[in-house]
């Protein structure tokens, strides 16, 4: 008796053991909705595996947070028919094949963020015809083979973010004649080695936190549909004179966190004709040529916050007819064009806002009249102070300008507006 429960209990044991290791213990709890998470009464340790039973009614498919996940199921497809969301995030996932996504020809999203996918093979998305959005961010990838994105003709959003990606061959993205955003951040490129060709729609390109040192003469210059472009936290130190040819329609230009010390000294933006947001805060500049803002009379907003730029001068800025916005706080501005305000009107008829806080003294050069024209124009800078007795004192500083000036906003006090704040 004792020979047969001990044999009983053996059985068991290997039954339980090939449950897990079989086929049908892959499946997925269906939710309340078509949208499906899947929950695995077991890991993915090999490749191959198979979820059962079919469930056609099934449009999305989610399997997050389970790092015993380390491959993705082969008959997906199969399962789900009309699946048109495929979600793998927060895996193990360290390799992608092509029987992964064999038959998927209706999906219009897969996001595999957060594996540990190092490569991207040739073929690997070839059935994926229909697919709009591909999210590959906070992976290991290095290398994405030449053919990869071959297939993808529908494809509008790439997110490739977060990865070790050094370098891209030129031939990458030439078949994504559909792409709008192409997202590239938080990489190891030194440099831009692709053309961009055949990305005649791309409307927003980010390279955000790579190795840039240089922009060279015409690498954007096939992305005549580009609006959006982020080169911010770099370490830019040259702008060749044509880098941005070619970007005839780009309205917005970040290049934020950078090193451009000397890269103010000449016409950059020339080509630029419809610029409207142009930001270049921490970049050490100290000086800007007269000739720097030539060619982009529409632009709106300009900031230019924690730099070290000593002088406001107006001749620099009579290009930009347009400008509604001017942010130069945290400079070491001590000298102020008279004329920048006392003119204000016809050199610059629509601004609207200017900050000049936290820069190191202002000089007195305004008359009070001017000040008083301007409004509500100058920023206020409110700061509550204490005495030694503890009384509130309210204080309000424009622009940080020297004691003489703040003697006289009991005048300018009934025409400005301030705030107010008690301890």
């Known amino acids: 008796m004792i020979k047969i429960l001990s044999l009983l209990g053996y059985l068991l044991i290997v039954l339980s053991v090939t449950s897990v290791l079989g086929d049908e213990n892959l499946t997925c709890k269906i939710g309340e909705t078509f949208w499906t998470t899947c929950t695995l009464n077991g890991p993915i340790l090999e490749k191959g595996r198979t979820i059962n039973p079919v469930r056609s009614e099934v449009y999305g498919l989610i399997i997050r947070n389970d790092e015993s996940v380390k491959y993705l199921p082969d008959n997906v497809s199969s399962v789900f028919p009309k699946l048109t969301s495929y979600e793998v995030k927060r895996c193990s996932i ?53 053919g990869a994105f071959k297939n993808l003709k529908e494809l509008k959003n790439l997110f490739l ?14 078949n994504l004649t559909s792409l709008y955003v192409l997202s590239l951040g938080f990489n190891s490129m030194k ?51 044509n880098a941005f040819t070619g970007l005839s329609n780009l309205y917005s230009l970040d290049l934020s966190h950078n090193q451009l ?6 016409a950059m ?20 040529n007269a000739s720097a803002f030539n060619g982009i009379g529409d632009l709106k907003s300009l900031i230019l916050d924690h730099n070290q730029i000593e002088k ?36 610059f008829p629509n601004l609207k806002d200017v900050d000049l806080t936290s820069n190191i003294s202002i ?7 001017d000040l008083i024209s301007l409004e509500g124009l100058i920023k206020c800078r409110c700061e509550k102070i204490a005495d030694s007795n503890d009384v509130s004192i309210d204080e309000c500083q424009i622009n940080e300008f020297k004691e003489e000036m703040l003697a006289k906003f009991s005048e300018l006090e009934k025409k400005l507006h301030f705030c107010r704040s008690t301890i």
């Not at 005549?224 to 472009?229: F, I, N, T, V």
């Open 94 to 146: 360290a390799d992608i094949h092509k029987s992964n996504f064999n038959g998927l020809s209706n999906l219009l999203t897969l996001s595999l963020m957060y594996n540990q996918i190092e490569r991207i093979e040739a073929d690997v998305f070839d059935d994926l015809v229909e697919l709009e959005t591909l999210n590959l961010v906070g992976n290991k990838i290095k290398h994405i083979d030449v």
């Open 161 to 174: 973010d977060y990865n070790q990606l050094e370098e891209l061959n030129d031939e990458l993205f030439r």
């Open 191 to 241: 440099s831009i080695n692709i053309s961009f060709d055949g990305l005649k729609t791309l409307n927003h390109l980010d390279l955000m936190g790579n190795q840039l040192e240089k922009l060279e003469n015409d690498w954007f210059k096939n992305l005549e549909s580009l609006k959006y472009l982020t080169l911010s936290s770099n370490l830019i130190t040259e702008v060749d004179e």
């Open 261 to 266: 010390v000397g890269g103010m000294d000449h």
């Open 269 to 288: 933006f020339k080509t630029l004709s419809h610029l409207h947001m142009l930001e270049m805060t921490n970049n050490s500049i100290k000086h800007i």
């Open 312 to 347: 406001l001068d107006h001749v620099v800025l009579t290009q930009l007819t347009n400008l509604t916005y001017l942010y130069m706080a945290n400079n070491s501005i001590t000298d102020v064009d008279a004329k920048f305000f006392a003119e204000r009107s016809k050199f």
């Open 363 to 369: 000089n007195k050069m305004f008359v009070l009249e």
